[in-house]
């Protein structure tokens, strides 16, 4: 077993409030529970010793390692080739069906040989609480009860276990079309026990899963010319959705560097009102519906919580439940993915002022009919207070769309997505005919697009820049044609990709900025960012550059893992780096993968 294999190297299952990460060695190496961002339960990702693993594989040394998913579905099936046979494990947790937040979590491991005779080993060694809780087994036969002062782990399997230690290990030989499987349920201490395990029972649940995936998906009205991208992409999107609330987690991962042995190591398992904003979009193109409605009466609660106190309206971030405390403190015994320190829990940028949520809170709650007229005369009151509020507050300095700790600026895309706020709000108040103070807001939104024409242009570089007053440019800015706050084929708009792709593209994949030009207050450098590159495309589609923008969408498409997924970032050989997989990436992969689709059906009169 590698000590830290890549980051690539994973499939994500979750049953919509926690997910695991399983390599494809077959090593659950990332779960945590009861929640995205609760304390780790296996953590090697992050701390190969101390962490905490499971481990189901074949201890064959010629075994040849292979991994996918069942179509159209969130199973993960992790392949075994060896000269003495094939094996595979299923890996998969049974969706949350209830929309209740529950302490009681399965993840679910079938084992089965399909030609030959295959020997596989399991290690079970939790380590709670990210490393620091001790706990005591307890093991009867083919039951393991793992106890922690947290929470306790009953582990079941079809074969017998032994003791190592407060760990556990077994054994099982398959021949060809036999099965067994290992079950392993985190609830509260002194919980009750999980029902008993047998193989036909856990080969139902793997139809029942199956069932439900597909179903889910049989939702979606794409019919483009990537769907399998497409809605490995959306599943993905749902598997980060924390289905009590609503709330979209950034990535399913904690800890992951941007940079191998850097700093730039950040906890992303919490809701972004810019990512989660954005996927509505996403969602909405797709045709689910349900989803981006769920994200959006979350949004509209948060802004009713803070009603009649002072400060912000909105934070930058939130727990999945809406609770806005996230202290950022560090993991010091772990010593992180490959060295990679600090491990971060929590997140400092939640306190970070970053003006643009409120455009991507108005340009989510603006897309769709469907979900917009859903929205209650108290919610619509909410919003207009809120921008009658920012009408006096959008014009100040901030951290921006990267929350970067190098000081306050005046960003250009802080003020583009203010003025869609303002563009977004006006365009309501018409539509559903509801009181505002449409001449405030007009008001704040046209002096806000002549603030930018006159300050937010560089004629040295003979662009739009990242913030006024330089000549920084900036990928976020990819966005403005997408919002509509210029026209995709406007003179200036074109300068603006042409300086992007000299400075800022190296072999299609896109830069957010550069850090050494514009320092970010951290130290060390990072990869291309894959959000970045597929708002590239996207503005390259609307731009008309269909050439450009069909290479560009397809050799990206090289850098995915073997099963569809994106971390953060592409490194400098090509690896993914940063927390994997990440919602941005994906939900801005199905923002270009319709935008492309739909400029070359009208370039071909369809």
């Known amino acids: 077993m590698d000590r830290y294999p890549p980051i690539a190297e994973h499939g994500l299952v979750g049953d919509l409030q926690t997910a695991a990460l399983v390599s494809s060695q077959g090593v659950v190496d990332w779960f945590a529970a009861p929640r995205f961002d609760s304390p780790s339960i296996f953590a090697a990702l992050l701390d190969h010793d101390g962490g905490g693993y499971m481990r189901l594989a074949p201890e064959h040394p010629d075994a040849t390692c292979k991994q996918l998913y069942y179509p159209d579905t969130a199973i993960l099936v992790t392949r075994f080739m060896s000269p003495d046979g094939v094996g595979e494990v299923v890996d998969f947790m049974p969706p949350d069906r209830t929309r209740t937040a529950t302490d009681r979590h399965t993840l679910v491991r079938v084992v089965r040989a399909v ?15 990210y490393g620091r809780a001790e706990h005591q087994l307890e093991l009867v036969e083919n039951t393991g009860l793992f106890r922690s002062p947290v929470m306790d782990a009953h582990l079941q399997t079809t074969f017998p276990l032994e003791r190592d230690g407060q760990d556990v290990r077994g054994r099982v030989t398959l021949s060809a079309g036999q099965s067994g499987g290992a079950v392993f349920t985190v609830c509260t201490s002194g919980g009750e026990a999980p029902a008993p395990v047998t193989v036909d029972g856990l080969k139902a ?28 992409s959306v599943i993905t999107l749902k598997l980060l959705t ?19 042995g850097g700093e730039r190591n950040w906890d992303y ?7 989660s904003a954005l996927s509505v979009r996403a969602m909405l193109d797709l045709g689910f519906v349900e989803e981006a409605t769920a994200f959006l009466h979350w949004l509209v609660d948060r802004l009713q919580e803070r009603e009649g106190t002072e400060g912000e309206p909105l934070q930058t ?4 439940d809406g ?12 010593e992180g993915y490959r060295g990679s320190s600090p491990v971060r829990i929590g997140n400092g940028a939640a306190d970070q002022l970053q003006l643009d949520i409120y455009g991507e809170a108005l340009y989510a709650l603006s897309q769709g009919v469907e979900v917009a007229q859903q929205a209650t005369y108290r919610g619509w009151k909410t919003l207009a ?26 960003f250009t895309y802080s003020r583009v997505m203010s003025w869609a706020a303002f563009d977004r709000g006006l365009s309501l108040a018409e539509h559903f005919r509801r009181p505002a103070d449409v001449e405030k807001w007009r008001s704040a939104r046209d002096a806000i697009l002549e603030q930018v024409m006159e300050r937010g242009w560089s004629e040295k570089e003979g662009a739009f820049v990242q913030h006024y007053g330089g000549d920084v440019l900036d990928a ?19 300068a603006t990709l042409d300086a992007m792709d000299r400075k800022l593209v190296s072999d299609s994949l896109v830069y957010r900025y550069d850090p050494a030009a514009s320092p970010d207050g951290l130290r060390g450098s990072e990869g291309t960012f894959s959000l970045c590159t597929f708002l590239y495309v996207d503005a390259l589609a609307r731009a008309g550059r269909l050439p450009q923008a069909r290479y560009t969408f397809e050799k990206m498409q090289t850098y995915a893992n073997h099963v569809g997924l994106f971390a953060e970032e592409i490194g400098p050989s090509g690896e993914q780096l940063g927390n994997f997989p990440q919602a941005f990436t994906h939900l801005s992969l199905i923002m270009a993968a319709t935008a492309l689709d739909e400029a070359l059906d009208a370039e071909n009169g369809r």
């Open 115 to 129: 030609r030959g005779t295959v020997e596989f080993t399991l290690e079970c060694r939790p380590r709670f609480d």
């Open 205 to 232: 649940q793997v139809e029942d899963t199956g069932h439900f995936w597909q179903g889910w998906l049989r939702q979606s009205r794409y019919r483009g010319r990537w769907p399998e991208l497409v809605h490995r």
């Open 242 to 260: 924390y289905a009590p609330t609503g709330a979209l987690v950034a990535a399913a991962t904690m800890g992951l560097p941007e940079q191998v």
């Open 269 to 275: 398992r919490f809701t972004w009102v810019r990512d």
């Open 317 to 320: 971030m939130y727990r999945v």
């Open 323 to 334: 609770n806005p405390d996230l202290p950022e403190e560090t993991l010091d015994h772990f």
């Open 385 to 410: 207070r809120t921008l009658d509020w920012f009408a006096e507050a959008w014009d100040r300095p901030d951290e921006g769309i990267w929350e970067t700790r190098g000081g306050r600026q005046d």
């Open 476 to 494: 976020s800015l990819l966005l403005m044609s997408r919002v509509q706050f210029i026209a995709p084929k406007d003179p200036a708009w074109l």
